[in-house]
């Protein structure tokens, strides 16, 4: 019985340790490749490692070097972003800005508001900690006035339903803004999610949007204060769509 379960853990434990270890060979080659200055064979290397759903802060700066020293503004500014996103580097939201502004790109200046929202949104997790500590006080605390007392304090059960909403609030609603990057050779924004809709605008490779939605193939995002439409193979999420 004990050999079968061995067994039976060996052959679920080989793949899987196989499965992990080839982006880290694919890594590893990647880095040799970029250290030798091989720049395209370490961006192919790199792209079967984030293929797989892996991939370092420092692989993802790697791959916007790249880019970048190909001309590509697109990739180089999504792997900045990405790279920003995980490790919140000052240098490269500055590098970000640099790009941009030398390429004459749209969507990468924020308003105070919008940097509140995903710093909001990126301690999610923390503040729903905190929520739910407040509202277990809070209940204790009103059971203990409801039992030993007869009466419970209308100020806590105030702020008892006011911490059960910005829990909901927090938990269902506080998601951070989903940004894209135009990346077609020619990008064409139609007023609908159909190639018959009209034209709204052509635009080049690399101006920041905002994703607001989808409709089959096309995705709905904000240009210029106005929603426009655009195929999603167009587009470089900075994200999952939802």
């Known amino acids: 019985m004990v050999l079968k379960i061995l067994k039976a853990l060996f052959l679920w434990i080989t793949p899987l340790g196989f499965a992990l270890a080839q982006p880290s060979t694919h890594l590893q080659k990647g880095d040799s490749a970029f250290a030798a200055r091989q720049y395209r064979l370490a961006l192919q290397q790199y792209q079967v ?13 790697k791959m916007a070097y790249i880019h970048e020293g190909l001309s590509q503004v697109a990739p180089s500014l999504r792997y900045l972003s990405l790279y920003h996103a995980r490790t919140g580097d000052p240098a490269a939201e500055q590098k970000i800005q640099t790009l941009a502004e ?24 923390s ?7 407040l509202v277990v006080a809070l209940t204790g605390l009103v059971t203990f006035q409801k039992f030993r007392r007869n009466q419970v304090n ?19 609603a506080n998601r951070p803004t989903q940004y894209g990057i135009l990346n077609g050779t020619t990008n064409y924004l139609m007023n609908g999610p159909s190639a018959g809709a009209g ?36 587009l470089l999420t900075l994200g999952p769509i939802k």
């Open 102 to 125: 030398k390429n004459q790109l749209n969507g990468y200046q924020l308003t105070d508001g919008e940097k509140l929202r995903q710093l909001v949104a990126k301690q999610k997790m």
């Open 49 to 61: 490692v984030e293929k797989a759903g892996f991939g370092s802060p420092a692989m993802l700066l």
């Open 154 to 172: 209308r100020a806590i059960i105030s702020l008892l339903v006011v911490g059960c909403l910005a829990l909901a609030w927090n938990q269902y």
């Open 127 to 133: 503040i729903s900690i905190l929520l739910v500590l």
């Open 199 to 234: 034209l709204m605008s052509i635009q080049k490779d690399g101006h920041r949007v905002k994703i607001i939605g989808r409709q089959d193939v096309w995705l709905a995002v904000v240009w210029n204060s106005k929603t426009v439409f655009v195929r999603e193979n167009q």
